[in-house]
């Protein structure tokens, strides 16, 4: 399916905290949590609409691969966007933010837009971290913060696509350079500035990837 | 049977009735077509789902699923060509099964019976972009399933095949850089594996081909890079946008090549001696050495040597640019600290006797070959028909004979030091540019710390003798000669004329620094001191002129030490910097930092030369052994913290409110101690004493008052350690204690900028601290109408009022009380006695002035004789 971009992804943060449960929430949301069913993926395609243009997303996560230097520094070089995940529950994952900022700020390109997520809403009664205390440290840093469940589905449509926004505004500001596909965006197969709205939004068509 | 027909769809997802109703969907369309393609798409992606629910909370569905050999169905659709949709939708399913299953019977079965890896071996649309990344996500998942246990189900020793890794590395070189970091991850993956049959089958198999294209691409990239920093566009501080394109490309290509680096040190660091046996060779037959080592040290009978295509190509292309040669080779020893890579490349480079090096070396390569390389090509060729690598031909990479003789050919060409040697001496000599030097020194330095190579191979070369003799490679005078040309290069940095960049001299003096300090003892002749000694003393005269007539030569001083002490310097992250492979830029428009360029301007070239002295004075106060004493200027570390507790017995304290953003106000007194505007709050304990809240040292702040609020000062402060600001307001009770607190701090700034600004004139060696500007000026602009009032009257005052008596006794209250646990006591007993005599309470603001500048003249005489007036 034609898209007018492709925007790289890649999902960050401790072991545990849901980033792999969050992309596939986001790219197949029909899984329903039941039973404490814990289900993850590490890829996942979508296609979304911002400003009624179709956009094609493609989160990679590299979970487990922190031992091998250069796929550390190839997998942050050849994303747009950057989803950073600690988990609302267990402190050290937000105490363990800043090393994965600096990573991510000596690895990737300047321009890469990084989304704080502070997951596992729903866990309210267990909660370690304040929401105040995500969002100060998303304001210190320059980061868009939010707070999500995977498990609910709550703010996870919201979090991955305000991130595409704010890419897709740098597009527009002229900052990326979307030629260079090493950036992590990728001009569509038929890029067409006319109408190229997508029929019923938002709604994907049945099947993840489909697009 | 007429009514099963008719499918009826159990209500629960997560029950065996539902995965029985997918096997009836599932054996009921088991050709694809448009009209089941959706409901087979909803079949397996609940069959995802329901299969790792019942994983983890009821068996009877797995078996089921194994019963009825579920998985069969998988392949059969496959098979079929189904079409991406429904292609994406399976791939996305075994995904998500292989990833969540935690069942070690389930996953085994799964794996055996070989389906997975005639799923893998299917032919899919792979031009479909979403087909591959969810095949490719598929191949990494599964490689994170490799073990001992689990390597027979991938690698079938029997027929000596490994779809798996064979299919993965087929993408190696694709254009997606995810897809090609996710194979990466899989060749990792697979090396560490420690199954002994399979990876001789990749050795013998895949390895001369997988590597042999690693390598020649890395080389393609190489020559590319080249060819780029080499097209340097007219003027690098012009054409802005072509500029921005340009340098864009090559920070791409340096990064890319810095990945494979560290993707081959990745490889190496697995240890797997038969793979990284032919990796290395191949490196150094293919890269390293026709590449790097020649064009350091062009064999004399390099072009005689006329066979096929290597030749042609070397001929067309035959040496690269030294500059970038040597960046290349820092980056290798920077990023790869494998024993067996950097041996051999550090032997060519050091080597004094080329030929007995390469006959160590050569002998790893015919061992290699007799083992490896030639039977392998055929094999490989023939086992897999030409698809096991759609890549170069691997008769391109079979090189190895002409460079055999190319390399034999240079040991005939026998010269007392290495060529290589030669070559990067002579580029630490500066003409124009200093890049070549820069690169050098980094080279070297990279050489002497890298924890994989031996120290014996540079020991009282790259560090200081430490007994008699030389290393089996250098000559001990070779030291010296290159202690020579670093003191150089410190020598050069010292002309007015700048051509030498900070970052070189920073190199410079840290490679200096490892060739003459060990255990810290010192290891350098007087005569080198006393070159470097001049080199501070040709600088000095050119600081005094800017100190003269810069009138933020302060605040520059105190930000480039800030910024000489803020990190260590890392060579790693310096040279991951692209633009160094550009010439020099002069422009601060290119955005490069000035450490990385050459100066614009007075003001930098101001720091400029403040950098210089202050690393040369450094650099020379460790060989004389002696302590820092002088600097910093101001200790800010002694700054008062939040919640001291500070006697405020007989200091001025001005009653006030600080009004924060949203109008909420908090008492406060304000107070001057030890050149600090601190706000405190009355200790709850002790009368007389309060608690600091709120302090920064009078230098950096900055009071401005609006017009309209008579009452009220902002106050910034400015954190110079930590290029910070932060702006308080300040609410006091009526406008004469407004002005009154005003003028204090005023006063206080002048006062500690004058006394900084004649430390840095002892800094300087200077007999007084002479300027052509008064010292009230303040870094900002005068915006404020009330502020150069005020300049004006301490100028015109303080020439009025001169033979106003100091002689009053003092309150002191700008001395810090005894108990207090601010230090700073020595920096202000640095000034002479009379300053202690400035606050007197009873003086009107105007007299402080006069105090102020007066006093400061009073100083002076004392210290240097001389004084101009403000
Ligand atoms: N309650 C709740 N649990 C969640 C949520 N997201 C994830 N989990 C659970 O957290 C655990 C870890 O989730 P994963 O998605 O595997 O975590 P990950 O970040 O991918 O972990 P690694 O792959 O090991 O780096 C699983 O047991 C999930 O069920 C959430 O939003 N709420
Ligand atoms: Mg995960």
Redo the contacts with the bound molecule.
Sequence with gaps: MSYAYLFKYIII??????????LLQFTDKRFQPVH???I?VEFGARLVAIETKPIKLQIW?T??QEAFRSITRSYYRGAAGALL?Y?ITRRDTFNHLTTWLEDARQHSNSNMVIMLIG?????EAKREVKKEEGEAFAREHGLVFME?????SDNVEEAFINTAKEIYEKIQEGVFDINNEANGIKIGPQHSTGNSSIPGGNNRASGNGCC | MFRSRKLVKPENLHSLEYLKYIYTVLSKNQTVTDNNRTLLVESFRSMAEILIWGDQNNPTIFEYFLENNMFNYFLRILDQKCGNYVCVQLLQTLNIIFENIRNKTALYYLLSNNHVNSIIINKLDFSDEDVLAYYISFLKTLSFKLNLNTIHFFYNEATNDFPLYTEAIKFFNHPDSMVRTYVRTLTLNVYRVEDESMLQFIRDKTCAPYFANLVWFMGKHVLELDASARAKPVDVDTQKTIQDQYRVKLADLVSSHLDDLHYLNDILSSKVDILNEVLVDHLMDKLFVPYYIHSLAPPDKYIIVETEEFVDAVKQQPLMNVDICLFLLTQVFLIIHQTKLVTPLAKFLLGNNFSENYQVYHGSILKDEASALPENENEVKNDNESDILDLKSLTCMNITDEEKEILLSKNEADSARSQCLESIYSQLIIEKSDSSALFGICLLYALSENSGLSKEYYEGFLTPTLSEGCTPFVHCDERNELIDKLVNIITAISEPVCYVRSATLEMAITLLKKLTIYKEKTFISDDHIAVIYNAKEKILPLLRQFFKKEEMFLELFEDEYYEMHREKLNVQRLLSDSTLLLPPAHSPMTGIPLSKRLPCGDVERTRHFICAFLMIRKLLMTYEGKEETQLPLVDRTKCFVFDTPINLNGNDLITCMIIAENGAKTRRYLSIISSQLVLVEPHSRFLGWGVCKLSCYLQDTEVTKIDNETKTLHIIMHNSKYKMTNTVKLMFDDHIRCNAARQKLLNGRIKARRKQLNQIANLLEMNSCETNYAPCNTTQKQKHGLRSHFTDIAVHTSNVLQPYPISMKSTNSDEYSAESNCSSSTHSRDQSPCTKNLNKPECTNSQKVSLVSQSQEKIEPKRKGRVETV
């Design positions: 943060g401790d072991t545990g905290v849901g980033k792999s449960c969050l404490d069913l814990t993850g996560d979970a487990g995940v988990d997951n596992k809403s729903d866990l999500t469940s995977a498990k609910t």
